[in-house]
């Protein structure tokens, strides 16, 4: 196997997730592409880091999602500070919910945190591994490549540290950076205590195209339960009810991926879900005439978020021309 072959899902994987985190939910638009370099070692870094290390130590999803609860809480917690600034980016994010005692706003915090778990880090790893076929959990990079790739995200912590601080001089308390260091802690010790792969069960899974529309529902009722510009859902109920969406997706999943017929196209379904709520609500940000962080958008950059998204789906679409179905084996008639 050539090198290009061997690390072409790791390269589809660095661009994928700085794509996806930023550019389909709207942050950015087309106009912008260029900052995908900027932000690709520390989403792509991250990403990619997060996939091999779980891979590479033969375990599963649970340690990829604990390992990615870890990276929003440093890049939330400790690079840009937004769990605790109030007014991260002129966007006054904690204002809604504003917990006093705890320095930050439960709802923001459910909202960032979840995303970058769901789509930061997992949605691109799933169409990466999806691309990559009968390797989808093998590790992609040898030794070398690893250290490149720890060395291109701690650069991008650095660069996204020193971003923010130049951007907005907040700095959080030291009580706030101990908690945060704490939980972050906590996660990655998580990640390898409770992480292990599960053993299938006896049930069905259900078909794919049920995945995709149970996830799509998930995500999008995640995603449209609170409106900051105009707040007509109390706080407490927003963080309620996502949180048992949160807790709601995780049973399901988990039981679903413990089925004997779970295969990696359930995985894309719920990758192409994910993709799809992202993009709605970006093309409805650049409708409304801004991009998430006000820049204004016409018809050149809604058509750029369809186009984009339609490479991400194609991305997802090959992942799935790439995977053969399930079947039972063959019986021979005596």
Known sequence: MTLIRRVAPAILLLVLAPIVAEFLLGDFSVRQIAIVLALLPLYGGGALLI???????????????????????????????????????????????????????????????????????????????GVAADRRTEPWLRTPGLVITA???????????????????????RAQFLVVGALTLLAVVAAFVLGSRPGASGHTAPRPVVVFFVCLAL??????????????????????????????????????????DWSPRHYLAIAAATTLTYTMFGAAAFAGGHTNL???????????????????????????????PLTPPATVTP
């Open 51 to 129: 996939r091999e290390v779980a891979r590479r130590t033969g375990r599963g999803w649970p340690t990829i999602i604990l390992l990615g609860v870890a990276y929003s809480l440093l890049e939330e917690g400790f690079l840009t500070q937004s769990l605790f600034n109030p007014n991260y980016v002129g966007q006054r994010l904690l204002d809604y919910g504003y917990v006093p005692w705890l320095g930050t706003s439960l709802n923001w915090a459910t909202l960032v945190l979840t995303i970058h778990v769901v789509w930061s880090i997992a949605t691109p790893i799933l169409i990466a591994e």
């Open 151 to 173: 060395i291109l995200f701690a650069l991008g912590c650095l660069s996204t540290a020193s971003y923010s601080l130049k951007a907005s001089p907040f700095v959080a308390t």
């Open 294 to 324: 006000g820049e204004p958008t016409g018809g050149v950059d809604i058509a750029g978020q369809i186009g984009l998204a339609a490479l991400v789906f194609l991305a997802i679409w090959w992942g799935v021309r790439r995977t053969r």
């Open 219 to 260: 995500a999008t009722t995640f995603l449209v339960v609170e409106n900051r510009a105009n707040p007509r859902v109390l706080p407490v109920v927003s963080v309620l009810v996502r949180w048992v969406l949160v807790a709601g997706a995780a049973i399901v999943l988990t039981r679903w991926g413990s089925a004997r």
